[in-house]
């Protein structure tokens, strides 16, 4: 089965050559992870009504807007597509039904399965995969596409500003202990990961920069769970190279981190394999 | 340094509530550094200190307050490879450093010894300065939390503080609500002849160690009904104030160096400097600690005399104490003070009642 691509026509199309696309799984709009099926009770509208993917839709429909503001004309926005592996067509219409009746900002959908997942992500030029489901965010950086964790808002309030945390552990450690440093059970998609990880650094702080230091409706985090302390400020001269400046830094040093990220808050969480760490999960 | 202080760091996510199976195999990071790592924050006595009480920002303060925060980041980032001076902080954490290489060298396992974090509300990019500073004067702080604007207060839980430094009142105060000792710093105005070899630590008693209750009774109804008042309940315990349990931290290292026989030698000395005299309202102080299992090394009751001078001979790292009063007399005399915000102290100063400050400030 070919993807199937259904534009939202309750939205204005994004210029996808200069946007920022961003894929969310369909399970992030869910509160449990894991396969989720629509009651029969459920009414076509009701189905997309919860989950950590509104928050961040409305703290990226905050963005385009500010975006917006500065420039009418802005064509680098966040363009967020909705991306939807093995679903029965009749979910697929109450998906599509649902987003409209929320008006949330998602401009396509795209129905695919296992096989044209990664075509997807490719031809709709996706610069992130986001879900709350570690396992599918892992199996897609294995493929070499940049994915990251989609965090519960611990908050009731939407924060207001959109904010990505980066895990910066694998960043700081010089080149030629890297071979000795990471998990033999890891695959070789370090180098991939790296290299799809600059990219996005790269575009996140592209956007990041077009705001000032005060006022922002984006923010940039880095944290290292283990790392010394050289580590941390080595990861964050990286991402400045990069073109991120982030705004916090938090060098955990082996502090149980569950407590420091409830804090932090973040939207998204950017890192290499360490999805599978409890700490992390507790996020999801 | 021998290889089995270094461990890998990994072991340290491995709390027993939070063990992460993707932790094993991740690098002995602390190992290829050759320091020693840092100890597990549930055994530690963590000290938290703010960016400003460990370096002297004066100048780049400045820059910030009359060029707002964009001119402030780049100018810090110009100057990233000049490490800053020493803040009011600083000899107080050169000094727990050498009580954590005296504990190491007794107890080469232990994670109990003191664990210094940098707890700051600056923008991440001023943290390169930072921690090139931390370098420079090869200080062990290998935890910071960067918050760029944002409150740091929240945090100092999570990073399980035990004590928190700021130039900023009103963090500190926040920190004392929310149940973290905590006290106010201020410039370091000039060199110090300090112990290097004995962390000093002097208190205040009433509204530090103990609550203020009876501070109330002496603002209120004077000094002879708190005489009364202190001799009629001299064997009821005062309830605790913000620093007490600082103190009980602090005897809990001594005891180590007092179970290894090294009682005469232990590089953690402690003060108790009361405006109190022992004769009327001694007895009560004296017998709150018995009841609370701890100890001060040294009671000092100056029935009313000036603190300055004494704190002069003492020369302590720190010393705690309510009242901006004795803050600043400790200070005129080359002692580093911190002022505790909490109790009623805060409402007078020098023995007149403060008038409430009008709706809007």
Known sequence: MDAEIVVNTDIKQKDSRHALVIAIEHCAFFDQ??????????????????????????????????????????TFLFDVILICNNQIPENQSKIV???????????????????SFTNSMLSNNVKLFLSTNRDDIVKTQERGLPAALLCKQVAQEAVDQLKFLFIGDSLGIPEDLKGEMFNVNQPHSLQITQ?????????????????????????????????????????????????????????????????????????????????????????? | MSSNMCETVANQAEVPDEKGDSDKGLYDNFKTTKKPRPPKPRDAVTIAVSSRT?????????????????????????????????G?????????????ARLRDLYPESDE???????????????????????????????????????????????????????????????????????TMFTLERENDLSDS????????????????????????????????????????????PLKCFLEALGKLQRKFYSKDERMDCPIRTYLVTARSAASAGARVLKTMRSWGLEVDEALFL??????????????????????????????LGTIAAHVPYGIGQKYHRGIALQPSPPGH
């Open chain 2, 113 to 183: 010894m003191f664990d210094i974090v940098l707890v700051t509300n600056n923008h991440a990019q001023v943290g390169v300065r930072l921690i090139n500073s931390i370098n420079y004067y090869d200080l062990t702080i290998e935890r910071f939390c960067m918050t760029g604007g944002k409150s740091p207060i929240g945090y100092l839980t999570a990073y399980m503080t035990d004590l928190y430094l700021s130039k900023d009142s009103k963090k500190v105060q926040e920190a004392i609500e929310a149940g973290i000792a905590a006290a």
């Open chain 1, 195 to 284: 290299a799809s990880l600059k990219e996005l650094v790269a575009v996140i702080g592209q956007m990041r920069s077009k705001f000032g230091q005060d006022d922002s409706p984006l923010r940039t985090c880095l944290v290292t769970l283990w790392s010394p302390r050289d580590v941390c400020v080595r990861a964050l001269k990286t991402f400045r190279d990069w073109g991120m400046e982030v705004e916090e830094a938090y060098c955990l040093a082996g502090t149980p981190p569950s407590a420091i990220l409830a804090q932090i808050q973040p939207h998204v969480l950017c890192g290499d394999g360490l999805y599978h760490m409890r700490d992390v999960a507790a996020l999801s």
């Open chain 2, 88 to 100: 009011a902080a600083f000899p107080f954490v050169k000094a727990l450093m050498t009580v954590n």
């Open chain 1, 97 to 115: 039904t649902s987003a409209k009746h929320y008006g949330l900002e998602i401009s396509r959908f795209c129905f695919c399965n296992d096989a």
């Open chain 2, 198 to 241: 004995q962390l000093r630590v002097a208190f205040d008693g009433d509204a530090v160690l103990f609550s203020d209750e009876s501070e109330i009774i002496m603002k209120t109804q004077g000094l002879d009904s708190f005489f009364e008042h202190e001799k009629q309940f001299a064997n009821k315990p005062l309830a605790q104030g």
């Open chain 1, 33 to 74: 992870n894991g396969d989720w099926e629509p009651k029969s009770s459920n009414t076509a509208s009701e189905v997309l009504s919860h989950g950590p993917a509104i928050s961040f839709i409305k703290a990226i429909q905050r963005v385009n807007h500010k975006l917006m503001e500065k420039n009418p004309n802005e």
């Open chain 2, 303 to 332: 029935a009313g005399a000036p603190k300055g001078p004494l704190l002069q001979k003492i020369r302590p790292h720190i010393f705690f104490d309510d009242q901006m009063f004795h803050i600043e007399g400790a200070q005129k």
């Open chain 2, 54 to 86: 460990l370096f002297n920002m004066a100048q780049e303060n400045r820059i910030y307050e009359q060029e707002g925060l964009e001119k402030y980041v780049s100018y810090q980032q110009e100057h990233e490879e000049e490490p800053l001076t020493p």
